[in-house]
């Protein structure tokens, strides 16, 4: 985990994603790059007066750089703070793409929380890099040292698994829920993830679940009766147009989750 970029937009260090991204630059030695997006300008009217707010909410945000700058100083770590000016989901996705993770807020009983989470889904649709989510009540010191993966067999569910792999080789206890189901009946699954992990130094618990049965609710609510720190799994394992429609664990989720979630389509 060499990079590392947090969506801070206008939170402050009390943000506990601010607060998990310190921490993990810190602990793996990565660099950090604080991030607020600002809006395109407007094409029309075609006035000064009109590029007056766009103005201000850029002067606003770049004079946020020396404290992040200090911020980071104070916390033993290497970063930068960048502005980029665009449309928010296809910037945020295209940038996080320059780093191993991207820490993101995930609302927690705000009244514009279901628009955020729309954005976060439509952010991890793109294909954007490994989103961290960190609920904006969580508290803790981010160490994860219990961790939760959902494993399906799915490409999603891989590179949530690749992402985390840091943090897993570093873990105190790794429980997997093995829901793979990618084998043919009696024969091993197409994909030899236990030996994979085993040779990377990764110890795990596994659990088998099915993945029709043991949806996000369940799966969320046993990885915290477990004591788990985080989860790790793949997103919108089907379309998210049927996921929408249907619901799913994704959607669950993203609108639920009292747990810090690093998540990959």
């Known amino acids: 985990m060499r990079d590392i970029t947090v969506n801070v937009g206008v939170a402050t260090e009390a943000e506990p994603a601010v607060a998990c991204a310190l921490s993990l630059a810190k602990r793996f030695g990565a660099f950090l790059t604080g991030l607020q997006i600002l809006p395109e300008a407007p094409p029309l009217p075609g006035t000064a007066r009109a590029a007056e707010p766009l103005a201000a909410a850029e002067d606003a945000a770049a004079s946020r750089q020396a404290w992040w700058d200090a911020l980071c100083r104070r916390h033993g770590v290497s970063g930068a703070w960048e502005t980029p000016c665009g449309m928010y989901v296809p910037t945020l996705a295209l940038r996080s793409l320059l780093s191993d993770v991207l820490v993101e807020s995930l609302p927690v009983g705000s009244p514009e929380g279901l628009a955020i989470v729309d954005e976060l889904s439509r952010v991890l649709f793109k294909g954007s890099a490994p989103l961290l989510l960190v609920p904006q009540n969580c508290t803790g010191d981010f160490e994860f040292r219990r961790i939760a993966v959902g494993w399906n067999g799915s490409s999603e569910a891989l590179r949530a698994i690749y992402a985390a792999l840091p943090l897993l080789r570093v873990a105190h206890e790794v429980i997997v829920y093995d829901g793979d189901r990618s084998g043919l009946p009696g024969a091993p699954p197409m994909l030899r993830l236990r030996e994979w992990l085993g040779h990377r130094g990764v110890r795990c618990q596994w659990i088998g679940f099915d993945p029709e049965q ?4 369940a799966l969320h609510d046993d990885a915290q009766a477990r004591h788990a720190g985080l989860l790790v799994m793949g997103a919108w394992g089907r379309s998210r147009m049927s996921e929408l429609v ?15 979630m690093l998540l990959a389509h």
């Not at 043991?214 to 609710?217: D, K, L, N, Q």
């Not at 249907?246 to 810090?260: C, E, N, Y």
């Open 246 to 260: 249907l619901g799913g664990a994704t959607r669950w989720l993203l609108g639920h989750s009292r747990l810090p």
């Open 214 to 217: 043991m949806v996000g609710s």
